[in-house]
């Protein structure tokens, strides 16, 4: 087939496209200022996109001056970041449609590279050849890099830069949907750091952010390409594991990054230490959408944190009634101060040498709507967790001090008054101050009052302990470490606070003598404690066998089932009535 002359060209501009075939020179001179007073960077290529021409604002875009480029090939700007297909859409869309518009990465002059928003236009002559390509450009990096901007913040932690919780979800849904279309396996982790806050606390907070990088980083160092590693929280994190073949795969995982956050910290020139407790919810056994695995990973994380931390542990569906068990809890314990539900028993506790009564121990007791008495084991960690432990813990002490002066008014000997003291308690700067109110309002002497605080706590914090546990100390009040023996206490911490007993687990008491490893801890931690002048009572005692086991290994105060059960207050006069002693009780 012979093209006609006369025929339009099948795309682009041709001249014909002027209303009479020619443009007058008004309209030149018209088109020529328009040209050169663009804002839109303008470039004219022949046909084989050698630049003829360009314009002003093409010279102040890329930096380019016009003798520069003439006769070098409009590729010259690209910046080869584009998609590979790229050049190839765009000249198909030329000779199918005469235009191109979209989105290109060029280079300036200077090597900076910026996203521009392009149209090219193929200019064909009357006879329908091409001739030219006449392009034009926006420099678009100041609203492209302000999207990018809004988009990182969006979904970016800014101290990590890692994926916040918003793009983790995305991307967990986007990993769940493939796993699915293979009925393929995922993990979802959920890391909460152990001790963080002691890091900010001692350090400051530029330090703590250090560490949440290095966390990321080292968390990254372990996985692969494909898996997820996001900050969701102040010191949590989350780790999508794509393609899991078996749950060993997933326990290899979880040593290798339990390992590699425990490696130190160095910080301001110290070395300091974090754990994580991890907590594992699997895809599709687990949950097959995002929020029910992201509620059971937290489920497992928090029973990895109750076992005792620095572990993982993976979801089981029993947890999951357990979480909601503590969330009823919570709602019922918030209005039980106000509808006086608590109440204290008292435990004696008695010298094993001379056989004397020297204490009793005040433990809380609940009683709920439902009449039920509620175990302190259940409800002080949920207390602790919902912050009522301060107010609740403020009650115990003025009310035990109340009580045990009311002893003391009547001349009844009960020799100290110890109360438990919850951790969260003690890493607040108010305690001496709760302590200090608990005493004048009461009258109590304060070398009259023990506080006792569990091993696990101190450890947790022990520098703010340490500065309540002296106020405290020179307020004259004694102070004890409860359950000891079940965290590891560095003994370097042990001498440096000012501590004048250690409570020995009952764990530990349970067994004796028959158990020669309990046994034999038990003999260690008497030694150790009188070699570092403090006193040791034994608390859980409840045969005969186990009291003289004590007696032999020389520990010096004993407190369990055996010598007396903790009772009411009342119950607790007539106790004291009749002066007990080891040998009466
Ligand atoms: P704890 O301070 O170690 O208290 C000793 C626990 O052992 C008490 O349990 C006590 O009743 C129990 N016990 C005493 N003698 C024996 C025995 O011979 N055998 C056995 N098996 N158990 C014995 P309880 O009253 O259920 O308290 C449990 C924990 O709750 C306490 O452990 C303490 O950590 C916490 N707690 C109790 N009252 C308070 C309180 O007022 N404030 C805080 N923060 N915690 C409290
Ligand atoms: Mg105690
Ligand atoms: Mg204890």
Redesign the pocket.
């Known amino acids: 087939m012979i093209a006609d002359p006369n025929e339009k060209p099948r795309n682009g501009i041709g001249v014909d496209d002027l209303p009479d075939g020619k443009p007058s020179a008004r309209e030149l001179l018209l088109a020529a200022s328009v040209f050169h007073h663009s804002p839109q960077g303008i470039m004219i290529t022949d046909a084989e996109r050698r630049i003829r021409m360009v314009n002003a604002a093409f010279t102040q875009i890329t930096g380019w001056r016009e003798a520069e480029v003439l006769g070098r090939r409009d590729a010259m700007l690209s910046a080869g970041r584009d998609d590979p297909g790229l050049g190839k859409q765009m000249q198909s869309a030329l000779d199918a449609d005469g235009i191109w518009v979209g989105e290109l990465w060029s280079r300036r002059r200077d090597g900076e590279v910026f996203p521009e928003n392009r149209t090219v236009v193929a200019v064909h002559d009357e006879a329908g050849h091409l001739q030219h390509y006449f392009s034009m450009f926006t420099d678009i990096s100041a609203e492209k890099f302000a999207a990018e901007r809004i988009h990182r913040l969006a979904h970016f932690d800014a101290t990590t830069e890692l994926p916040n919780r918003v793009l983790l979800q995305d991307r967990l849904l986007h990993t769940i949907n493939q796993a699915a279309r293979v009925n393929g396996k995922l993990a979802l982790l959920f890391l909460d750091l152990d001790g963080f806050k002691l890091i900010n606390d001692t350090y400051g907070h530029s330090a703590g952010d250090e560490v949440l990088r290095l966390v990321g980083k080292r968390l990254l160092s372990r996985l692969r390409k494909a898996d997820i590693v996001a900050r969701i929280g102040g010191d949590e994190f989350a780790v999508v594991l794509s393609d899991v073949a078996q749950d060993s795969d997933v326990q290899i995982t979880c040593d290798q990054l339990l390992q590699v956050i425990t490696e130190p910290y160095e910080l301001s020139g110290n070395l300091s230490s974090v754990t994580t407790s991890v907590g594992i919810a699997m895809f599709p056994d687990d949950g097959r959408d995002v929020p029910t695995l992201l509620k059971h990973a937290d489920a497992a994380m928090y029973q990895a944190k109750e076992a005792g931390k620095n572990r993982y542990a993976f979801y089981e569906p029993e947890m999951n009634r357990r979480a909601e068990a503590r969330l009823a809890l919570s709602r019922k314990l918030r209005g039980a101060l106000e509808k006086n539900q608590f109440s204290l028993c008292y435990q004696p506790q008695f010298d094993l040498s001379s056989g004397r009564l020297v204490g009793v121990e005040a433990l809380l007791r609940w009683q709920d709507d439902d009449g039920e008495q509620v175990p302190p084991s259940l409800f002080i960690p949920v207390a602790e967790e919902c912050g009522l432990i301060m107010a609740l813990g403020a009650w115990v002490l003025n009310e035990a001090c109340r009580q045990a002066q009311q002893w003391c008014e009547q001349g009844l000997a009960f020799g100290r008054l110890s109360v ?1 003291v919850s951790g969260r308690q003690f890493q607040d700067e108010g305690l001496a101050d709760t302590v200090a109110a608990a005493l004048a309002a009461s009258g109590l002497a304060s070398d009259r009052l023990e506080l ?1 605080i ?1 091993e696990s706590w101190v450890m947790e914090g022990p520098y703010r302990a340490e500065n309540q546990m002296h106020r405290l100390n020179e307020m004259g009040v004694t102070l004890v470490i ?2 000891f023996g079940l965290a590891n206490s560095s003994m370097a911490y042990l001498k440096r606070f000012p501590v004048q007993k250690l ?1 020995i ?2 764990s530990f008491i349970r067994d004796i003598p028959a158990d020669t490893d309990d046994s034999a801890i038990v003999s260690a931690i008497i030694a150790m404690g009188h070699s570092l002048g403090l006193r040791v009572l034994a ?2 005692v409840e045969t005969a066998e186990q009291s003289a086991f004590l007696r032999a290994t020389g520990c010096d105060e004993v407190q369990g089932y055996l010598f007396g059960r903790p009772v009411r207050h009342d119950e607790m006069n007539v106790l004291l009535l009749y002066s007990p002693t080891l040998s009466s009780s």
């Open positions: 438990n006792e569990t409860d359950d409570k687990d009952n608390e859980g």
